[in-house]
């Protein structure tokens, strides 16, 4: 079977990272008509719920994450693996450190 072209971790830690970012805007911009994300950030810190937004944001990398498993990608699979770890880490300091 033929190795296709992006199927590095690369590409995996790339989609796996931005994704969530991508969709932590959009849930700022839903959750927020007025304001810029700065606010949004503050104000969700202040009300104690940034993990949680945080967390749903990362939710589209498990859709990613199968779909690079069902198309046999599967070093990229391996790179959303490890950037959704990483994310993980992140929010957990996010969560009990702040």
């Known amino acids: ?15 796996g990272l ?3 970012l991508l969709s932590f805007f959009i ?13 949004f950030i503050a104000k969700a810190d202040k009300a104690n719920v940034l993990s949680k937004f945080m967390s749903l944001a990362m939710l589209p990398n498990l859709l990613l994450f199968f779909i ?3 198309t046999r990608w599967d070093r990229a699979s391996r790179g959303v693996l490890a950037a959704t770890i990483v994310l993980a880490v992140v929010i957990v300091i996010v969560k009990f450190a702040v």
């Open 27 to 39: 849930i700022s911009k839903l959750m927020l008509t007025e304001g810029t994300l700065i606010e």
């Open 68 to 70: 690079f498993l069902w």
């Open 18 to 20: 931005v994704l969530p």
């Open 1 to 15: 079977m033929k190795k296709a072209k992006y199927d590095v971790q690369l590409t995996g830690w790339i989609t």
